[in-house]
Every structure is written in C-alpha cells, then in structure tokens.
C-alpha cells in the first residue's frame, strides 16, 4: 500500500530557511498535505498541493513537488521560534478518501 | 464549538478493562475519521465514516476495536479488554463531504486522547 516516509528530526538557526523532506510510493497519489502538529493539539493543515503542480507559494511556505521522483518539499522562509513543531507529510489517491500520513518531522527552531 | 472536540484528553487504564473515546466533529461536517498515533509514528488509519453509508473499517487493527456514530455528529470508539500495545493518542478529524467532493478533502483535527494502558 501507499507509504509516505519523512525524516524525524530537523534543527535550525531563528531567521535561517528550514526544508522538510517527503518521498511517497503512490504515483497516482493526487493530493499531497503539510499538516503542523504543536505541542498537545490536533494537526492543523498548513497547505496542499495538486500534482499537477510544480510549486505553490504561500507566504513563508514554499511547497515543492518532484512527481517524476515522488518526492515532496516544504520549506519555511525566515524559521522563527513559533515555527517549532512536528510537521507531517500526507498523501491522497484520486476519487478515495484515505489519506497516508507519515512519520512527522520534529522542527527545533534555536534562537 | 468551533473545532473537532475529543474527551477526554487523557485516559489511563489497566490491562483488560474497556474504554471508551469520544468526538464531537465539526457541525456540518458529514465525513469523519479516527487515527492512532503511536509515539515516534505516523497517524495509522482506524475508521471512517461518511453519511448514512456504511463505514470503513479497514483499518482497525482487531476485533477488540469497534466505533460508532450517531447520525452526523458524535462518535464513540471503544476498545475492549485493553492491551499495552494500545497505548498511543487517538486522533479524530472530521471534513466537509462537498470539500470532499471537490478532492480537497481537508481534515480538521481534534487535540487527541492519549490513551495509557498499565
């Protein structure tokens, strides 16, 4: 089935960019999600994109998406202190309603 | 409320006894889902439920797993005679069926129930 693997840990400098790194089996995986999880709170999405896309930009987030590689990117512009969280890659299929989650990333964000 | 409601938000139990997690989804919202998420690991699918249509299954991992929900709105999973392996934060989110429909499908999270079985 669908797996979507994320590395675990993630450490950076207050003002430097942060790139958080996914990679998903499914080719026919149409939609693909960051979700933020803070400290003793649900997931909240931070933003999606459709692979038929390249990029999507919003505000400091930079979303990338290799669909020859299956590979997917976040980056953060400006990691501040607040940005510390676990962030979690998903993944979609066309015309289902299961999305896969991976692993979570943990973002340390040092001042 | 305003968002997915879980309780309660801290469980600790003895190996054997039943429990019961409760969500409140977001009103409106048709579809609903509960996830595991056992520490260091992603969220792993339980069950779904959308309208009046049978739910999903699947993903529960045992028979000792069952959940339910009335109409659109609260749902109870229960996991009976209750194991160590159990242990981990159960997650509900809940989406709207046309947000569904349009393939966004994007899911609204409870805060979990971190369920402790000694």
């Known amino acids: 089935g669908e797996d979507v693997e994320q590395s675990l840990f993630l450490s950076v400098r207050e003002g430097d960019s942060s790139v958080i790194n996914c990679t998903y089996t499914?080719?026919?995986?149409?939609?693909l999600y960051w979700y933020k999880q803070e400290p003793g709170a649900g997931l909240q999405l931070l933003t999606y994109?459709?692979?038929?896309?390249d990029m999507k930009q919003d505000q400091r987030l930079t979303v990338l998406l290799n669909k020859k590689d299956k590979h997917l990117s976040l980056r953060i512009a400006d990691t501040q202190t607040g940005d510390s969280a676990i962030y979690f890659c998903a993944a979609r299929g066309a015309g289902g309603f299961k999305t896969i989650f991976g692993a979570g990333t943990r973002l340390f964000v040092k001042a | 409320g305003a968002g997915v409601s879980q309780s309660p938000s801290n469980k600790v139990t003895e190996k054997g006894k039943d429990v019961e997690l409760r969500c409140d989804p977001i009103s409106g919202h048709t579809a609903l889902y509960w996830y595991r998420q056992r520490l260091g690991q992603g969220l792993e699918f339980l069950i779904y439920f959308q309208g009046n249509s049978a739910p999903d299954k699947s993903g529960l991992p045992s028979d000792r797993f069952s959940a339910e929900r009335t109409g659109e709105s609260v749902s109870t999973l229960t996991i009976q005679r209750t194991q160590q392996e159990d242990s981990a934060v159960y997650l509900c989110?809940?989406?709207?069926?046309?947000?569904?429909?349009?393939?966004?499908?994007?899911?609204?999270f409870g805060a979990g129930t971190r369920l402790s079985v000694l």
């Open positions: 989110a809940s989406s709207l069926v046309s947000d569904f429909h349009l393939a966004k499908n994007i899911q609204y």
């Open positions: 994109i459709f692979s038929n896309m």
């Open positions: 499914d080719s026919s995986s149409t939609y």
